[in-house]
């Protein structure tokens, strides 16, 4: 019902900035970008309700990454600041119908390609 079309992934040297969007084609409630690398398990980074007003970071990410949320558009972005050679990875965009925690990858109803983050030293 619901498709998600990422963009933004890329190469970038460590230190610089990426800026990532994921389009949805419908409404939805809970919103999220979670990452894999090769041979790990597909992780969370961050998530956003509908009203903005929860937030979750890994800690990984905080003080570097921010999501938000254009409900107007139906998009979801995450700027990623200070970049790391260890924040390379897959990065894909999911989202929920209706409300969750935001946290577990088993609330997520669709999921976007995945875009690819490479940070290089």
């Known amino acids: 019902q619901v498709q998600l079309v990422e963009s933004g992934g890329g190469l970038v040297q460590a230190g610089g900035s990426l800026r990532l969007s994921c389009a949805a084609s419908?409404?939805?409630?809970?919103m999220g970008w979670f990452r894999q690398a090769p041979g790990k398990e597909r992780d969370i980074v961050a998530s956003?309700?509908?009203?903005?007003?929860?937030?979750y970071y890994a800690s990984s990410v905080k003080g570097r990454f921010t999501i938000s949320r254009d409900n107007a558009k139906n998009t979801v972005y995450l700027q990623m600041n200070s970049l790391k050679p260890e924040d390379t990875a897959v990065y894909y965009c999911a989202a929920s119908q209706t409300r969750g925690s935001g946290i577990s990858r088993l609330e997520y109803d669709y999921w976007g390609q995945g875009t690819q983050v490479t940070v290089s030293s």
């Open positions: 956003i309700d509908w009203t903005g007003l929860r937030i």
């Open positions: 419908g409404r939805t409630y809970d």
